[in-house]
């Protein structure tokens, strides 16, 4: 196996998993099977990429830094088909490369300063994708997955659980990594709901609520929401004006979400 070692581009938030164990355990956790469409969201040195080639035989990898593009497609040959998209992942379009076929599974040790956004661009475009495993910071999955009354729980919580099922799966120490981050790392599956058991009835408003309910932490639902609903209607999704958006639990956003706006 060739392995290059273009060095990691701080800019991009760029750390390279490095460690074998953790490695083995996330192609573990991806378990492809015949069939599946995997797409890996930032390759980097290829560190799961070609061990998923080696098991899969084909991949898809969306890739923004254009240095680490050749360097991949030279550690493929031989390994499998690698097919690579030069873009930002915000970019792609994750519907249109599934093109009406199997759902996507994707994989990928997401940038830091980028997690959030992918994983909302990701939610986006859930009804054709199987499942994701990624890997992010630590105290990213901990909100990720966080329950009602937590500390963590927050936005990310609530926008993620709506549409996903979410499991953390095992933490990675920043010595398995080049250059080692200051954090510990973890890896996370969700699993898309099946679409009729969302709930969420219009996208745009169930995110404007829950944006709302948590833009101020400490403030209670009757303020914090005042722009978008009033007393009646948080009455009315069953939940109480005085509590705060932590004590909230997913359903009882998209409850509130679902009722008319008011004019």
């Avoid at 990928?108 to 990624?134: C, K, Q, T």
């Avoid at 007393?231 to 705060?244: K, M, N, W």
Wanted: some cysteine; glycine content about 6%; proline content about 8%.
């Amino acid at each position: 196996m060739s392995h290059f070692k273009a060095p990691p581009k701080k800019s991009l938030g760029q750390h390279f998993l490095t460690d074998r164990s953790y490695i083995d355990k996330i192609v573990l956790a991806v378990n492809p099977q015949p069939g599946d469409r995997l797409v890996e969201i930032g390759p980097g040195q290829g560190a799961i990429t070609l061990p998923l080639l080696r098991k899969h035989g084909e991949l898809t990898a969306i890739e923004f830094d254009r240095d680490l593009i050749t360097p991949l497609m030279e550690s493929s040959e031989g390994v499998g088909r690698l097919t690579i998209i030069h873009k930002d992942v915000l970019a792609v379009d994750f519907t249109k490369l599934a093109a009406g076929e199997d759902k996507l599974r994707l994989v990928g040790n997401l940038p830091y300063n980028l997690s959030s956004p992918i994983l909302f661009h990701a939610i986006e475009h859930a009804a054709v994708i199987r499942d994701m495993v990624f890997m992010l910071q630590k105290e990213v999955v901990d909100r990720m997955a966080a329950e009602p009354g937590s500390k963590v729980y927050g936005r990310l919580s609530v926008m993620l659980q709506a549409y996903c099922a979410v499991t953390p799966l095992f933490v990675v120490p920043p010595g398995a990594f080049r250059p080692p981050p200051k954090v510990d790392s973890a890896v996370v599956r969700l699993i898309p709901r099946d679409p009729d058991s969302i709930g969420v009835q219009a996208p745009q408003r169930f995110t404007e609520v829950v944006r709302a309910a948590f833009g101020q932490r400490r403030k209670t639902l009757r303020n914090a929401l005042s722009s978008v609903c009033n007393v009646e209607q948080i009455e009315a999704a069953g939940l109480r004006p005085d509590a705060r958006a932590e004590q909230v639990e997913v359903a009882g956003f998209i409850r509130l979400a679902n009722l008319p706006p008011t004019e």
